[in-house]
């Protein structure tokens, strides 16, 4: 049974074709959490459909090798650990700018060591 999905450029329904059918391998760029905002259900969905793809081609023989981006890790992602700091229960929302600060650099330090911890292999 062919697998056939939806290409979006070409607006059709295709069939899929490894590049290199003899090679058994297929590469796959997915999308990945978007880090400055909680997760929601259509997040969890475009993440279970990755994982199900690529198990599928795996059970069909194929290598996967796949990457997973991981977005908005920047402005956002500081302007969300910002927002989450001042609108703590604990904290006052009158901060001085060396505390805005402060916590704007633990949330970057937070963020980098999370991402750090798991990405790494084991």
């Given at each position: ?14 069939e899929f074709e490894p590049r290199d059918p003899s090679a058994r391998q297929i590469r796959m760029y997915t999308c990945g ?90």
């Amino acid at each position: 049974m062919p697998l056939r999905f939806f290409n979006t450029y070409s607006r059709e329904v295709e069939e899929f074709e490894p590049r290199d059918p003899s090679a058994r391998q297929i590469r796959m760029y997915t999308c990945g959490p978007t880090v400055y905002s909680r997760a929601h259900i259509g997040n969890f969905r475009a993440y279970i459909f990755e994982d199900l793809l690529q198990r599928h081609l795996e059970l069909r023989g194929y290598k996967v090798d796949r990457v997973m981006n991981i977005t908005d890790v920047d402005d956002k992602t500081i302007r969300g650990a910002g927002a989450r700091c001042e609108n703590s229960p604990n904290n006052s929302n009158k901060r001085s700018p060396k505390t805005r600060i402060r916590c704007a650099s633990n949330a970057r330090t937070n963020i980098r060591l999370r991402l750090t911890s798991d990405t790494s292999t084991e």
